[in-house]
């Protein structure tokens, strides 16, 4: 299975490096945004980079475009993403294109959701907690399977 690792540079990119134990045995590549780390993550799987998107919308809108080739091109069945901004083309494309996707709130969010979680909710097959008292804020598809350590 071919799975698209989708998430920002700094603690999202920790988030999704301690789970890379889950995605033995299946190809992966990353989407990511330029940063320090570049090196780090090129030796674990293929990689694209874009640059940080932040709040700027022609950055966003850029992205959405490329998001898309990204996709068609490498095909993913399943797209993991621990945020942020960049989580959101990647999961709307997906779900357009049938594409699984899971995705996990990250650590620091104890008592209400990301406002990328608030954005990716609907779009998403899997939404994943890691504090369970924030599931009482979540609707019926998130799901608390423990922190990611």
Request: hydrophobic share 45%; proline share 5%.
């Amino acid at each position: 299975m071919k799975i698209a690792l989708v998430c920002t540079h700094g603690g999202h990119l920790t988030q999704l490096l301690r789970l890379l134990e889950a995605f033995e045995g299946h190809r992966i590549f990353f989407v990511t945004h330029y940063s320090p780390r570049d090196n780090e993550v090129k030796a674990i799987a293929p990689v694209y980079f874009c640059p940080n998107i932040g709040t700027r919308l022609h950055r966003f809108a850029w992205v959405a475009v490329w998001s898309l080739v990204v996709l068609l091109r490498e095909k993913p069945q399943v797209i993991v993403s621990t945020g942020s901004e960049i989580a959101l083309p990647f999961l709307f494309w997906g779900r357009l294109m049938g594409i699984k996707s899971v995705f996990i709130e990250s650590w620091s969010r104890v008592q209400s959701l990301s406002r990328t979680g608030k954005l990716v909710y609907p779009l998403v097959d899997e939404f994943w907690v890691q504090w369970p008292q924030l599931l009482r804020v979540c609707g019926p598809k998130a799901r608390y399977y423990g922190a990611v350590k």
